[in-house]
């Protein structure tokens, strides 16, 4: 096998793995999961949740994929040869695939929604009375055109696969960390700005207050499981992302400290969307839509930004913020299975990325068209996309940090954690024990809760 890539640098390793957790599960998902379990009472759980258990699972597969270095099959071959533990790693490729294939449509519509922000189109027609956007059912419209048709969204999902196909062609250093050193900076900064906007609406600070004051009454059992599924989501464990990633980590790579900053920052994302959102749905009279989805991010929103000056500017920076955290999902996503395509089956960089990519054109089309021409074509019950999108996410990803888990706190070679996180001892760490107990007793309860959650109501 060749010689492993490396990233460069610190902060491009940095970047390239927060650019792979931050992604839609904190821009779209966040805000709506906030919304369903009690506002700062959910908050509060999923920083909990993401500082006992996210960033413990998180070091489990650090660990796996440095010491493994190799993709998420090759990391258990090498550390348990001739048994069985490969099929984790094999279960973490098939999951983040098929996450791979819808993903693809969501990014497309981003592109859609972007383009149609920079020219006008989106805002053409819509009615103002006295300086007021009257949308009148005007947004969910245009999803329907947007989205719900078979062309526009199926060549928005092509011109995806290309773009994806064009960074990933360059490898690890000058296609991922490159881009993630590029894009990551620009994700903080229009955050920023769009805070900067919401916080100074008429009532925001009545959204903050949702947001940030807790209502303890609210926590429940099952507000805690989808704390727990957040965490999770929002991070990309289970998806053999940073077991991949990791495996590029150079040997004097400070496993702790990089958890914690991906964490924060993370945790970071996701708050900066809840000053954007709360603010805004109180300020405009919408704190009573639903928060969910494309709803949440294709209807309420371009009517949020109708109600402000130049909404084609706002509208303009947010999609290229969810683009951007669209893009370094995909790219890190199929990174998964290119990994495993280059150290298995030994093919070179472009051979590896095309044969990972160019399938989409047909897989990610029925995604698509799902919401179109294939509506009425179920798989128990659900479209090709929401079959996916529960199959991969609520069952496999939930198996496969069971399974990490496992295999880090009983099965992997003795002192693996220890050594992984002390640099084989070239630096201290107090904490090795406690996250070995987490990762061994706390975490796979937890994450099996997770899983029951999907065929039992909690």
């Known amino acids: 096998m060749s010689e492993k890539a490396n990233f460069s640098s610190k902060i491009g390793l940095v970047m390239a793995t927060v650019g792979s957790a931050v992604g839609l599960g904190n821009v779209w998902r966040f805000p709506a999961e906030t919304q369903a379990n009690g506002g700062a009472a959910f908050l509060i759980v999923y920083v909990a949740c993401t500082i006992l258990l996210g960033i413990p699972v998180m070091l489990a597969e650090f660990s796996l994929g440095r010491a493994g270095r190799s993709d998420a099959v090759g990391a258990f071959r090498r550390l348990s040869p001739h048994t069985a533990w490969w099929g984790v790693g094999a279960v973490s490729i098939v999951a983040s695939y098929l996450i791979l294939t819808f993903y693809m449509v969501v990014a497309g519509w981003t592109l859609i929604y972007l383009i149609q922000s920079v020219d006008g189109g989106l805002y053409e027609g819509i009615q103002t009375i006295h300086g007021t956007a009257a949308a009148d059912g005007y ?42 050193n590029v894009l990551m900076p620009v994700l903080f900064v229009i955050l920023l700005a769009l805070c900067c906007v919401t916080l100074t609406l008429p009532s925001a600070g009545q959204g903050l207050e949702y947001f940030l004051k807790p209502d303890f009454s609210k926590i429940t059992p099952a507000v805690l499981v989808n704390a727990l599924g957040q ?132 897989l990610s089309a029925l995604c698509s068209l799902s919401f179109g021409s294939l509506s009425d074509f179920t798989i128990f019950g659900r479209t090709i996309f929401d079959f996916l999108d529960n199959f991969a996410t609520n069952i496999l990803l939930p198996l496969v940090s069971i399974g990490v888990c496992v295999y880090i706190g009983w099965f992997a070679p003795k002192g693996l954690l220890k050594q992984e996180l002390t640099n084989y001892g070239n630096r201290r760490s107090r904490s090795h024990a406690v996250v070995l107990m987490l990762i061994r007793y706390l975490a796979p309860l937890m994450i099996a809760l997770i899983l029951l959650s999907n065929f039992v109501e909690i």
């Open 139 to 180: 947004f969910q419209q245009k999803m329907n055109d947007y989205i719900c048709t078979d062309l526009t969204p199926l060549l928005a999902t092509y011109g995806m696969i290309a773009l994806n196909i064009g960074v990933l062609m360059w490898g690890v250093q000058k296609g991922i960390e490159r881009l993630s």
């Open 231 to 362: 965490t999770f989501f929002s991070l990309s464990l289970g998806m053999g992302i940073l077991i991949t990633y990791s495996a590029y980590y150079p040997a004097d790579t400070k496993l702790g400290k990089t958890s914690g900053i991906v964490s924060l920052m993370s945790l970071l994302v996701a708050v900066l969307m809840g000053f954007i959102i709360f603010p805004a749905v109180t300020s405009f009279g919408l704190a009573d839509h639903e928060l969910r989805g494309a709803t949440l991010i294709f209807v309420t929103l371009p009517e949020v930004f109708a109600n402000l000056p130049a909404p084609w500017l706002w509208s303009t920076l947010f999609f290229v913020l969810l683009l951007v955290a669209a893009l370094t999902s995909c790219v890190s996503i199929a990174e998964v299975t290119i990994a495993f395509m280059q150290d298995r089956l030994h093919l070179s960089r472009i051979k590896a990325t095309l044969a990972v990519l160019l399938p989409l054109v047909a």
